[in-house]
């Protein structure tokens, strides 16, 4: 069955830390992965994809994310979080020549401190 | 350009009603799809279309309901509302379908509330 896990559902962590938000998928065909963001009542932002080519994709405000394959893995990153990142964050899949869905994963709620 | 844009921006309804949500992709994209996003969970897929054509339907009673215009703007229809339909519907559009690749970019939703 395809689905995605979003092992965290909350992540605390000081403002100038790193940050890992962590995403596994499961899938019986090949993959295109997203981080979309969600701040305080509004709707969903694309931060970064992977479609093909290199596994390490950046955004413009800082995050990354690598693609591995074999750990079917999709993890969020950040070397340095400011107050402003605070927001739910969703992994996302979708099907390569398949199903015309994406599939969500629950969401990680990252809270910056102080 | 217009991002994609959605209205009602919220509504309130009462159960047993029906509500008609609208969407007007961004210019140029030819697939909408519509989520279901209940407070705290990530969104759920109901519906997908492409030029014209439902591609997919997600795992939701035949109370929803769904159709794209020749000028692909979509509405989602919800018949016979129930409190547990209470959510943010997120429309979505791509340049072609997500199988493909494209990326969907999501309108700010409109919030229902059934009482």
């Known amino acids: 069955a395809q689905s995605v896990t979003q092992l965290d559902s909350q992540v605390p962590v000081f403002e100038e830390a790193p940050v890992e938000l962590r995403c596994n998928y499961s899938?019986?065909?090949?993959?295109?992965l997203f981080w979309y963001v969600q701040y305080p009542n509004q709707g969903l932002q694309l931060l970064l994809k992977?479609?093909?080519?290199?596994?390490l994709v950046k955004s413009i405000n800082g995050f990354e994310a690598e693609f591995n394959k074999s750990q079917t893995s999709f993890h969020l990153r950040k070397p340095s979080v400011h107050i402003s990142d605070t927001a739910e964050y969703f992994c996302a899949v979708s099907f390569m020549n398949r199903d015309d869905k994406i599939i969500f994963g629950k969401g990680t709620r990252l809270h910056i401190l102080p | 350009d217009a991002g994609v844009t959605q209205s009602p921006t919220h509504l309130i309804k009462t159960r047993g009603q029906q509500v008609t949500l609208r969407c007007s992709p961004i210019?140029?994209?030819?697939?909408v799809s519509w989520y279901q996003q209940v407070l705290g969970q990530g969104p759920q897929f109901i519906f997908q279309?492409?030029?014209?054509?439902?591609?997919g339907r997600g795992n939701f009673p035949d109370r929803f309901s769904a159709r794209q215009f020749p000028n692909y703007s979509s509405e989602l229809n919800v018949n016979a509302l129930l409190l547990g339909d209470s959510a943010l519907y997120l429309c979505?559009?791509?340049?072609?379908?997500?199988?493909?690749?494209?990326?969907?970019?999501f309108g700010e939703g409109s919030w229902l509330t059934v009482v």
């Open positions: 210019s140029g994209h030819k697939s």
């Open positions: 992977y479609l093909s080519g290199s596994t």
């Open positions: 899938s019986s065909v090949s993959v295109y």
């Open positions: 979505a559009s791509s340049f072609r379908t997500p199988s493909s690749g494209n990326t969907i970019y």
């Open positions: 279309y492409y030029e014209k054509e439902e591609r």
